[in-house]
């Protein structure tokens, strides 16, 4: 007998049919004797509904209204579940947010959690029932609604887990797993069987969209096991865990795309101390969240500045670094969105050498130019042209060997 | 510059326009420096939808879920109009029933209000904020969310008034005021421009369904006074006040029609103590409420015992009647769903006589037959077939003259 937290996202609920089978699967976890604690997201599409009629109402809506407006798509969730397994004879209670003392900053929109008072759940299970907690939402110190950000229902998931001790938190979802890249480019992908949270975490901020990041730290730093699966299926799926859990480490996991980014460049500004401040300053002003920054080079007290940002951010970005450029003399800025970033990720790099060396030979025996490189101690990414961006994904998907996982 | 309550109903928030419209009205008000709190239903069809979906996921569904999903309506329509109100340039914020510290006790669906904190309110009212609440819900003493049944939006709005002590409370509704009667039937009817809040209490429980009758009930017990009026044009409506107010005492205020009533009668039972218990109490027991009853007289100890019930609980009534009858000994059970109750309602019958007289006459010059009579201190109702029904109603408005108010 364990106590275990599933959590099932919008598609896995999105009509009663769907909320009929994810109880059904709710239903056998508790007939095996296990406490089950259940948290659930909108169902698919109600939170898009509820955001356009906010934008009818108003050009630019209130946070703080939108939370409240937002919090109605899981509470409507969790009645119906509760109704759906009390119909099929089990004892089920529904909590909101606020119910569950989810407590959070104020932040409404991408509100953090602060603590989560886990005795209204304990008292719920010690009654022997199942509790259905709205993901997504908690309240804030003055008794607002709050709500987590897109994918937040993880996170509520997450934290519950940590602050209940459950032995597993398993997050349901449509894919069946993590993927060692998208099987829609690389049909050789293979799914995962354990996944570390630092992996997970470069994943996930690559553009692998299973997990919400900030879900993953939560679960690093309470060290509560994630178990991503599938709702439609009864196969395993991959752990996210600790990775001095006893796994076997992988020199290289995965290979992750990211096609949503475009570049700058300013070329020949003076190699002096404050201008990258300069130029970073006013985009941060603006909103504008930089990715890679690098800076080469170059002889005759000057260098040239090269950052990403992402394509929504692009022609602000061109508007702004020009403006500056001029300012500090520079004397040409370049532009490109006709580019992507390829990742690969792996724990075992940190003790592995050649990596790097085999990715780049990967691309240059496929004549793939590599426009600019980054590194963190267990991703190496290269932004190439766009064009070759599935390609490279396969090629490098076979030069680590992943499909022989 | 004044307190003032505006309750809008579903019709009146029924799309975002129609959300817009009543903004404007809000607007005006607060323009003209009144403090304004707005209590809202939920869009109009909305609820329906709600209830409907509960009853696909469970044949019964649980009350305390079910509260859970209805409150989305209310809490969806605050959000918006919130949104909207900020829109046009006012500070706004809404406060759901939890938040506006609506206290009720556990009766889930049907609950009553035990309190509400002012506090809350005032201080956002004490910063020129336009407060928006969600009516028809509260929260119990355990924390979870409660519904105060049909048109519990217009209690709320009551209750908050006498929480706030408010200067008036305004129900705006499809409806431009209390009528003498259904204009529908009796194209005679004229609008009312004050009524008592006992009349209301008459008119609310005869079928006249423009304010809850609990609304009413905790209107008189703090003496708000209510203006009923339309949210579509801007005339004045009907004022629900005290009786005492300086008002003209009219001797007859309104006639009511109920057709949603069926007859039972119980034919020569035994004319001694405890019959009338032996009949009731399996009524009671089966969650049927009765309205009319009327005991005749009869000689050889033996008596006639009528009375009736919703055409809902009608087929129930009757089988459970049945049963009891032929213990007693009772000679046969005579039932009839073909009949409709006609009433006039006036403070003014206090102090004149001669209004029943008045009544049974009117309706004897046109043939029609009467087949019961019950009266309280301010009403007087005949049960007659139904096919004079409407007849009826236009024969007592001309007898009353109500057309000279």
Chains 1, 2 share one sequence.
Do not use: W
Not at 15 to 21: G, Q, S, Y
Not at 110 to 126: D, H, N, V, W
Not at 129 to 148: E, R, S, Y
């Amino acid at each position: 007998m364990a106590l275990i937290v599933q959590k099932y996202g919008g598609t896995s609920v999105g009509d009663l049919d769907r909320i009929h089978n994810v109880a059904k699967r709710v239903a056998k976890s508790y007939d095996q004797g296990n406490d089950v604690v259940v948290v659930l997201s909108a169902m698919s599409g109600v939170t898009d509904k509820l955001i356009e009629m906010a934008y009818q109402a108003s050009e630019k809506p209130c946070k703080r209204e939108m939370d409240v407006l937002l919090s109605t798509g899981e509470q409507t969730t969790v009645s119906l579940m509760a109704m759906t397994l009390q119909q099929m004879g089990y004892k089920a209670e529904s909590l909101l947010g606020f119910q569950a003392d989810i407590q959070t900053d104020n932040g409404a929109g991408k509100a953090r959690i602060m603590s989560i008072g886990a005795g209204r759940i304990k008292r719920l299970l010690a009654d022997k029932k199942i509790v259905v907690v709205a993901g997504f939402q908690g309240i804030d110190a003055d008794g607002n609604i709050t709500t987590l950000g897109r994918g937040g229902s993880d996170t509520s998931a997450v934290a519950i887990a940590a602050s209940v001790k459950a032995d597993a938190c398993e997050i349901y979802t449509d894919v069946d797993g993590i993927y060692t890249t998208d099987p829609r480019i690389c049909d050789k992908a293979k799914k995962l069987e354990r996944i570390s949270y630092d992996e997970m975490l470069e994943m996930a901020s690559l553009g692998a969209k299973v997990l919400q990041i900030r879900s993953v730290g939560f679960a690093k730093k309470y060290n509560v096991p994630i178990h991503v699966r599938s709702s439609f299926n009864e196969e395993e799926g991959t752990m996210v865990v600790n990775e001095d859990s006893g796994m076997e480490q992988l020199v290289v996991s995965g290979v992750t795309l990211d096609k949503n980014e475009a570049r700058i460049t300013v070329k020949r500004v003076p190699d002096q101390p404050g201008v990258s401040a300069k130029i970073f300053s006013p985009l941060a002003e603006a909103g504008i969240q930089v990715d890679m920054i690098i800076q080469n080079t170059r002889s005759g007290g000057e260098t040239d500045l090269t950052f990403t940002v992402t394509k929504a951010d692009y022609k602000d970005a061109i508007d702004i670094t020009k403006k500056v450029a001029e300012e500090l003399g520079g004397k040409e800025v370049l532009v490109a969105d006709d580019i992507a970033k390829v990742s690969v990720i792996g724990v075992g790099m940190k003790n592995h050498s050649g990596v790097a060396s085999r990715m780049f030979q990967a691309l240059a025996d496929e004549n793939i130019n590599i426009r600019l490189i980054t590194t963190s101690e267990i991703r190496i990414s290269c932004v190439i042209d766009e064009r070759y961006a599935e390609l490279a994904v396969r090629i490098l998907h076979d030069a680590f060997a992943l499909d022989e996982l």
